[in-house]
């Protein structure tokens, strides 16, 4: 870890000018410190910005705000959050630990970066740590890796749970920066893609602060999070689907899905949910908008295996929602 | 005084059990608990030694080549900066257990990615962590294209075969038979502390705080890369967190701390972080096995065939001895086996928790399961048709041999349905529900052993040697064999470990810690039972020896009254023997699995497993049991999560950290159910002890692996079973 | 403010590179806290920080002036020991030990978050008051790795003092 200065950062704005000129926040710390550890992240300052009025859950209308300094437990235990949004629920609870949940933050899941090995790795090559010195994975070994958005310069993937969970529910990023000036980011659109920019993770630019997350009106209909892992706790997702499905008279009348571990971002296509929505539920049904979800997946080797178990996590989650059996 | 037993016959006295105290065997807690629960066990790293500077290992960024240059200036200035260490004496690599010399010196060359090239000192490990990142150093790195890193594409030599009748023709000749070829992927060793040492230097004596599991070993091992006589060098590793064969023997981190302090005449402590520790200390080689079986029309086994390709990197003699149990587990008059060493520059490969067996047992499981199919014979059946009544090359008998009995035993407790076998029978919800057994073996293994134990004047005693304790039980089991020899209740025994300054033990290693230093406390007892019988006027069989006191005939003393004011001190000293090569002695038992296979995902859980060993006496039926589950949560690992990543390109470890990594965690393991099976071995040990802490391991990840396929129908030749290779083998939905 | 560890005060480090784990194994001395990985991939370096689990490794000792941490030392000691270090020991929930500290730790805050309610992946009920099955002590164990293989064991000592014993 380099040496590095510490402030506290006491209002938003100070925090926000602060990262204008180039220092890092840190809040729960559970992904920073791991990283600064390794000199993958070597920030000159570190502004602490846990004590900032963000770590309330607030009605919004018929919604939720979750402030960037929620914490994971906290979110996933929240009797609203339980009942209303239990995919939120359901995804924290599948990341990580307790002990990590009860440190990492909302705004610093969103912002978790991959677990590329080679990204963890100074020693290896990686565009998205190093631009320019190449991508050690490709060649390499790819278990982890993206099937979906990826480009000849980064194959990683976004490892978190929550997001998922908070695309499929359409959540809102509130953000803010130095001058006072926010804005509102769809988390369908927060994450990037790596494209030829595999360094950028997300939209945020210098100096700008998440302030909360906005959970939309609830939708009612069954909220299901599955995670598929190499051990039955503490692993990062080979794959995973977020879902909220609702039936109609024997019809999908409501389908929400975003999917972890493929790519660069928490993927969601609406076009899968429109393959379902009005049909009579059905294997064949289920396996048509599996077909939409990988219509452009490339694999790499090692993690040719996503492709396929994404469409069965895709089915068996589907036929969870809506009862059809096998 | 020092009194030696060599082990040249069996030992039939059987004199633990004449004994009358009565706590030999018992289920007591260890001694050592109290110590561990409430965080006052000092661990390496942790002693508080005024004055400490931290150093930090530098490690090679590159596969093979030479260092060129190591420029110190390039980090002189940066805060706390004492030195760069970069001397010859440094080592490229841990020695390989029971080596007692130093390994490959020289760290210069390198050999492998992420060897240990230099030692960064600084006065704070916050300022040496970050130098030793910034140090420049320049190499001379060897073409990838000259470098072999593939074990399937290396040249390989042959290490040991055994060749019986033919092979070839009674496979032709078998009315049942298989010819399977099966992969492992390489293990870590994992053990929860990292590696870690602190030196301290008076100007003739090096004192070493490290964690090791065989300071016995370990001492002339440092005294060698040093260049010191073993008078000068002093280790101790009084407790030790988790070994599994990474600490068998000195590493880079405590011999880079000893130069380091003799360098700079100040203690310096040096921990290896986790990644490291992963990169530079060893691996279990993966393997590539070829089992070929084949039995008569009753299923008896006439063709035995296990051949396995290992790897390890250049220069290293260890071999992983996967055909180790193959030897003398089942018969078959037609027996060929053979090891092939491929060099690959990967770390080096050495001894990861049973070596040999822990990764030759699972697939030879595994195929006995497919033979069982092939003859529709019950899996337990074949098996118990197939117990030889000798060994099957040698000719030799059997010391002792639990092995029916645990299978007979285990099959009864866990309710093994010994019917028609089918996959894919048992479904709930999306998943299905299969069981699968095998046997487990490990060969018994002694070494020389000392240990001092005295009977104080206060009546109570102190054991001392410098065996250890790395969560074994051993502070557990010598207590109870020396306060069952001399009458005393156990918190009258003190047991002293892990110090050099003790008489030399037998190191903790092998599953043999037990037998061995037990035996060496035995003796030394048997040697005090003798001089009291003397100062009581009788024989030392006559003696009977309980609760503090000493009785004999018609007379009975306190014992404190007999010792009076002279204490008595004896070494017992214990010798293996040619007992050894007139009977083959191991360690039997029998695995039954349930496991849970997920139909859409091909996630597969352990719902189940119950393991039945015999392992000659049972010193303590609590920490005998810990060894067994201990074991068996290692199965549950190498079945279905353990997998060392390599790099194709530059053959680095790629998943070097216990996030990706995956070891069993609590959710992955079921209640563990066990069956110790009463046994006394009198050629193992004169304690009819055999070793247990690699038995569990020995073979249940192939009864996990014929659950798997019993469950959802993929038969998997490979391990372990993640997910996706679970898929991709189950067959398509009807 | 300084930082309280069990109920002591303490200067802040100088060096805010430090970890709350080294902060306590070397710089006070409370060495019952174990550092495995480092990274927060095992556990045993779990302490209370205001009576919630943490990995002490990730984060940084001057983030917590102010704050309430208890190490395995605070929790009891050889002559006072809690309930779950007694059931440790008698159920021989450890081998090696080095991940014990951490485990009872863990196992001490998680008794409490069960009794406030809050879920874990191993509910079926998101809404229902969870029970303290083997599978959920499982789940929520998981964050604490035990090499040795003592999981089966550290599951009967922890169900034992939740009065469920298995």
């Known amino acids: ?326 | 005084m020092s009194h030696v037993l060599t082990m040249d016959k069996p030992d039939e006295r059987n004199s633990l059990d004449a004994m009358k105290q009565g706590v030999i065997g018992q289920p007591m807690d260890r001694p050592d608990g109290i110590a561990k629960v409430t965080g006052t066990a000092t661990y390496t790293a942790e002693y508080a030694i005024k004055g400490c500077a931290e150093g930090v290992l530098v490690t090679a960024p590159f596969t093979r080549g030479r260092v060129t240059r190591i420029d110190a200036d390039s980090i002189r200035d940066m805060p706390g900066v004492i030195r760069v260490i970069d001397d010859e004496r440094l080592i490229t690599r841990a020695a390989q257990g029971d080596a007692g010399e130093a390994p490959d010196q020289g760290p210069l060359d390198v050999h492998y990615f992420g060897q240990p090239i230099a030692l960064v000192v600084a006065e704070t490990f916050e300022q040496a962590r970050d130098a030793a990142k910034a140090l420049t150093i320049e190499f001379a790195a060897d073409d990838l294209s000259d470098v072999p890193l593939d074990p399937s594409a290396a040249d390989t030599e042959r290490v040991e075969t055994t060749r019986q009748g033919d092979l070839e023709q009674a496979m032709k000749e078998a009315i049942h038979s298989v010819d399977v070829t099966y992969t492992t992927e390489g293990h870590a060793s994992a053990a929860m502390e990292p590696h870690a040492a602190i030196a301290e230097w008076d100007g003739q004596q090096v004192t070493v705080y490290a964690s090791l599991q065989m300071p016995n070993f370990n001492i002339s091992e440092l005294a060698d890369c040093l260049g010191l006589e073993e008078d000068n060098v002093r280790l101790l590793s009084h407790y030790v967190g988790g070994g599994f064969g990474s600490k068998l023997v000195i590493s880079p981190e405590a011999v880079a701390a000893a130069i380091a302090e003799m360098t700079l005449n100040r203690p310096v402590r040096v921990v290896m972080s986790r990644q490291q520790v992963f990169q530079a200390i060893m691996r279990r080689t993966e393997t590539r096995q070829r089992l070929r079986l084949g039995t008569n029309a009753e299923g008896t086994l006439t063709a035995f065939g296990h051949e396995a390709r290992i790897s390890n990197l250049p220069g290293e003699d260890f071999t992983e001895s996967v055909v180790q149990a193959s030897q003398f587990l089942y018969g078959g008059e037609n027996r060929f086996l053979q090891l092939e060493l491929a060099r690959i520059h990967r770390m080096a490969a050495g001894s990861v928790r049973a070596p040999g067996e822990a990764v030759g047992m699972p697939v030879l499981e595994a195929a006995m399961d497919e033979l069982a199919e092939q003859a529709g014979v019950d899996p337990v059946a074949l098996r118990l048709r197939n117990i030889p009544d000798k060994h099957p090359v040698k000719g030799i008998p059997y010391s002792s041999r639990k092995l029916a009995e645990c299978l007979e035993q285990g099959a009864q407790r866990f309710g093994w349905d010994s019917g028609p076998r089918k996959p894919r029978q048992r479904r709930e919800g999306e998943w299905w529900i299969g069981t699968g057994m095998a046997s487990a073996a490990r060969i018994h293994s002694v070494e020389e052993a000392q240990a001092r134990v005295t009977l104080r004047v206060d009546g109570t005693a102190l054991v001392e040697t410098d065996m250890t304790d790395i969560g074994t039980g051993t502070y557990a089991i010598l207590t109870q064999i020396a306060s069952e020899m001399l009458g005393l209740d156990p918190s009258s025994v003190k047991v002293s470990l892990g110090d050099t300054n003790h008489p030399r033990g037998s190191g903790s290693g092998g599953s043999r810690g037990a037998a061995s230093t037990g035996s060496a406390v035995f003796i030394a007892c048997e040697e005090i039972r003798r001089e009291l019988a003397k100062r009581m006027g009788t024989t030392e069989d006559a003696l009977q020896l309980s609760d503090g006191s000493c009785a004999a005939g018609g007379s009975k003393k306190s014992l404190q009254a007999v010792i009076g004011n002279q204490e008595i001190s004896h070494i017992g000293h214990f010798k293996p023997g040619e007992v050894m090569d007139k009977y083959l002695a191991a360690s039997f038992g029998a695995f039954f699995a349930e496991v849970a296979v997920n139909e859409w995902t091909g996630e597969a859980r352990v719902r189940r497993l119950l393991g039945a060993f015999g392992f000659g006496r049972v010193l303590n039926a609590k920490t005998a049991r810990s060894q067994c589950i201990g074991g068996m949560t290692w199965c549950i690992g190498a079945a279905l999560t353990e997998s060392l990543l390599f790099d194709p390109v530059d053959g680095h470890l790629v998943n070097c950290d216990l996030a990706e990594y995956h070891v069993p965690v609590h959710r992955d393991v079921p209640h563990l159910e066990t069956i110790l099976i009463e046994e006394r071995d009198p050629v193992a040990s004169p304690i009819q002890a055999k070793g247990v802490g690699e038995l569990g391991i020995a073979g249940g990840a192939g009864a996990i692996a014929n659950a798997v396929y019993n469950a959802c129908g993929a038969r998997l030749r490979t391990f372990p079973m993640t997910p996706d290779k679970i898929l991709s083998a189950m067959p398509k939905q009807a | 403010m300084p930082i309280r560890v069990n109920d002591e005060d303490h200067e802040l480090p100088t060096d805010p590179r430090t970890s709350l784990l080294d902060f306590l194994r070397r710089d006070i001395g409370l060495t019952g806290t174990k550092k495995g990985c480092d990274h927060g991939q095992c556990g045993a370096c779990t302490v209370l920080i205001n009576d919630t689990r943490i990995n002490s490794c990730l984060t940084l000792a001057v983030m917590h002036d102010g704050d309430e941490i208890t190490t395995i030392e605070g929790l009891g000691t050889p002559d006072t020991m809690c309930a779950l270090q007694q059931a440790f020991a008698k159920h021989d929930g450890y081998q090696c030990g080095y991940c014990t500290p951490g485990q009872i730790c863990s196992a001490t805050a998680m008794l409490q978050e069960i009794a406030a309610g809050w879920p874990s992946d191993a509910t079926d009920d998101l809404l229902a008051t969870p029970t303290l099955s083997d599978e959920e002590i499982r789940e929520r164990m998981s964050g604490n790795l035990c090499r040795c293989g003592a999981y089966s064991n550290i599951v009967a000592a922890i169900a034992d003092v939740a009065g469920n014993a298995s």
Request: with cysteine.
């Open chain 1, 1 to 326: 870890m380099k040496p590095f200065d510490y402030q506290r950062a006491e209002r938003i704005e100070h925090a926000s000018q602060l990262m204008s000129d180039g220092a890092t926040a840190i809040a729960g710390g559970t992904n920073l410190l791991d990283l600064m550890k390794l000199q993958v992240e070597t920030p000159n300052t570190l502004v602490d910005v846990n004590k900032l009025p963000m770590e309330k859950i607030e009605a919004a209308g018929n919604g939720l705000h979750i402030g960037a300094l929620v914490t994971n437990t906290a979110a996933a235990v929240h009797p609203r959050i339980k009942a209303d949004y239990a995919v939120l629920s359901r995804a924290i609870l599948a990341g990580a630990t307790q002990q990590l949940r009860n440190k990492a933050t909302t705004a610093g899941n969103l912002c978790q970066r991959t677990r590329c090995y080679y990204f963890t790795n100074t020693d290896q090559p990686c565009n998205k740590r190093e631009p320019g010195t190449g991508c050690g994975a490709i060649k390499g070994i790819a278990r982890l890796h993206a099937v979906l958005g990826t480009s000849d310069q980064c194959i990683a993937t976004y490892p978190g749970d929550m997001a998922v969970a908070m695309c499929a529910l359409d959540a809102v990023v509130h953000i803010t920066n130095a001058n006072g000036a926010s804005r509102r980011v769809p988390v369908r659109e927060f994450h990037r893609l790596p494209g030829n920019r595999p360094e950028k993770d997300n939209v945020l630019e210098p100096g700008e602060i998440i302030t909360s997350v906005e959970l939309p009106a609830p939708v009612k209909g069954t909220h299901i999070y599955r995670k598929v892992r190499e051990r039955s706790s503490y692993a990062f997702a080979m794959c995973s689907v977020a879902a909220i499905v609702r039936m109609e008279d024997g019809r999908i009348d409501h389908a929400s899905l975003a999917f972890g571990g493929l790519a660069h971002k928490p993927w969601h296509d609406p076009a899968i949910e429109e393959t379902l929505v009005g049909q009579t539920p059905s294997l064949s049904l289920f396996d048509r908008a599996a077909d939409v979800l990988l219509e452009t997946a490339q694999s790499y080797g090692e993690n040719d295996f996503k492709i396929p178990l994404a469409r069965r996590t895709l089915a068996a989650v589907l036929c969870e929602a809506t009862g059809v059996h096998t």
